[in-house]
């Protein structure tokens, strides 16, 4: 039987020079295939001119840059643009890129759907197919860039942030999640700051003490709630890592004397979370921690049966928050009208039995 063949875009640095070290090459290898694919954007092994000829042909007898796929591509209004992304089994995912005035952000998904069923999220609503290779997460970046340097305008169209924001509970894929982390911050290949690549979590308490050791990058907690009781509704995985635990976790994870702070985010829908005294229940809670807050307006979707906070409930509750001396900004809906705002990230694929399987199994232990 002959071996699958390896795809480079699976690999990061270390894997690659032993995976080099394996064709008695030297580890210099990887930082030139690392530039090859990732900087340079080939996607060819044979267009890797690098390298001998006799070495090329003994990689594409081994191995192949296995790429997924644009299927569809929107601009919004506002400059937002979103990608639909065919994986090689016909699943797709969505990406998004965010252009503001002095930066570029680009939101990675990190799974086929989400298990965590939040209830006021689509992608969860959605149900859970499965995780993403560290090539379809890494992936995603690779065929933005490209598409990003195609894109006429008045701006420079380039990634300066990356967020794990997209479809999926980026912690339960850890392993694929955290390399795919390490060629983002490469410098021979995308060479981002650990301040500009931020990863979010819905709160898997254990997975983010792992992620505080194997990955310097920045972290985003979805609190949503200043108590369990608003908060078990919306987040299920609230009943085993409790608003405690979770604070707690947050309280460690960049120990001291780090000054890195963690970004708390918190969706404001009317009615649930978004009144004055959630303002000051929230304040309380945060009141010692190394956090900065994001208020996030609620994004409707079809069969979601919340609505946004007003104007009015969203500033005051920033002020509160202010008044009591935590850091706090809003953030700006971006991409609606192409459902490419927080939480509307559907992509495409459908298949309700399997998720009911799938979310036992995939449930965090
Ligand atoms: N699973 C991860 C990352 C995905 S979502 C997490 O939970 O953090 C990124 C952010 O968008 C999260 O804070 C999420 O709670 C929020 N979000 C989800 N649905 C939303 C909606 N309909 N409107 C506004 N924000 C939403």
Same mark, same amino acid.
């Given at each position: 039987m002959v071996a699958p063949a390896v795809n480079?875009?699976?690999?990061?640095r270390s894997e690659l020079a032993a995976f080099f070290d394996s064709l008695?090459?030297?580890?210099t290898r990887a930082t030139h295939v690392l530039q090859a694919i990732?900087?340079?954007?080939?996607?060819?092994?044979?267009?890797?001119?690098? &390298? #001998?000829q006799g070495l090329r042909q003994r990689l594409a007898a081994c191995a192949e840059i296995k790429l997924p796929e644009i299927t569809s591509d929107h601009t919004s209004q506002d400059g937002t643009r979103k990608w639909l992304v065919r994986l090689h089994d016909g699943l797709c995912i969505e990406t998004v890129y965010i252009p503001e005035a002095e930066r570029g952000t680009l939101c990675v998904s990190?799974?086929?759907?989400?298990? &965590? #069923?939040?209830?006021?999220c689509a992608t969860g609503a959605q149900g859970f197919n499965r995780n993403l290779q560290v090539s379809e997460i890494i992936g995603q970046v690779w065929l933005a860039v490209r598409a990003l340097s195609q894109q006429q305008g008045r701006h420079d169209h380039h990634i300066t942030n990356i967020v794990m924001?997209?479809?999926?509970?980026p912690l339960l894929n850890f392993d694929n999640l955290v390399q795919a982390l390490d060629i983002m911050m490469d410098d021979y290949a995308y060479g981002l700051s650990k301040h500009r690549v931020t990863v979010s979590t819905a709160g898997v308490v254990p997975a983010m003490k792992r992620l505080s050791q194997a990955s310097p990058v920045s972290i985003a907690v979805s609190?949503?709630?200043?108590n369990d009781a608003i908060r078990t509704p919306l987040v299920p995985l609230n009943k085993k890592y409790p608003i405690a635990v979770l604070l707690a976790a947050c309280r460690d994870?960049?120990?001291?004397?780090?000054k890195r702070t963690i970004l708390i985010e918190y969706t404001l829908m009317d009615g649930v979370n978004d009144r004055p005294a959630h303002a000051e229940e929230l304040a309380k809670l945060l009141s010692d921690l190394p956090v900065k807050v994001n208020l996030i307006p609620f994004n409707p979707f079809p069969g979601s049966h919340y609505r946004c906070a007003s104007q009015a409930a969203i500033d005051e509750f920033h002020a509160i928050l202010m008044q009591a001396g935590i850091n706090t900004t809003t953030r700006k809906t971006r991409g609606e009208d192409i459902n490419a705002?927080?939480?509307?990230l559907i992509g495409d694929f459908q298949d309700r039995t399997r998720r009911r399987l799938q979310n036992a199994s995939a449930r965090p232990a």
């Open positions: 480079l875009l699976d690999l990061n008695d090459e030297p580890p990732h900087r340079d954007g080939l996607a060819n092994i044979d267009d890797m001119r690098m &390298l #001998n990190s799974q086929v759907g989400c298990a &965590l #069923n939040c209830d006021f924001m997209g479809m999926g509970e609190l949503h709630a200043p994870y960049f120990p001291a004397p780090s705002a927080c939480g509307q």
